[in-house]
């Protein structure tokens, strides 16, 4: 066998193990997720929710952000991050992810909706005694991963295992508060809160599509739970003060 025959043969053998790979690993990537797809499912998701600040004119209090705010009106921005395939003879690896960054007005409003419902229903307006509330929020969570990993083996069809999960991300919110009589600042503080929001997994046969859905149901309670324990973590501070100021 001469070099040219030999290096023909390495090149025809390489071709047909990468054509193995992909007849392998194909079965597992029906449906799979791409950054358009995903930024797709997210809109769909929040077509009823505004991408700009939603502001209650009848509110105490007044939220804000010191996140970098996006000034698109898109509901999400998706990147692909990373990918690795494996292919080795008789067996294939990968690993991909795409990550995900929300319009950051989508939790801000959820977030405020939220804190205004619950602080109100808890006797805000009493507390504030004639005073406004203002809060500035920083690393409200926005932003999620998409990976999916998994390995098969060939020939043998459909010997393999699959998993797709979408990751939050864990960063602590800081949470600014002041309290003003008209222009006056009567008081600051802050402090922070962890997010709570859980790492997701594909359940079953469940769609790309549905799995997104899911997934930023479950983001979306997240976010509220946020709130509530902003405002529980708040509001005895504020009473605190109210008692403060009837006894004098």
Known sequence: MNAQTFTSSLLKSSIINKVMVVLCIAPFFVGCFSSSKIDKWVGKHYEQTSTTLVRNSRSLITVKTTDPVSASDEFSTTEKDKSMVLPLPFYAQWKSSNICTLNEFVPLNIFSTTAFSYANKLGLKKMLNGQTLELTVSNLPHLFSVV????????????????????????????????????????????????????????????????????????????????????????????????TLTMK
């Open 148 to 243: 999916d990993k998994g390995w098969a083996v060939w020939p043998i069809p459909y010997l393999g295992a699959k998993d797709v999960s979408i990751d939050p991300s864990k960063k602590m919110m800081v949470v600014r508060y002041r309290l003003l009589q008209g222009n006056t600042v009567v008081k600051t503080g802050s402090f922070t809160l962890p997010n709570t929001d859980k790492e997701y997994h594909e359940k079953g046969f469940q769609s790309p599509r549905k799995m997104t859905d899911k997934y930023l149901c479950q983001y979306d309670e997240s976010i509220k739970a946020l709130s509530v324990n902003c405002m529980d973590k708040l509001l005895p501070k504020l009473q605190e003060d109210a008692n």
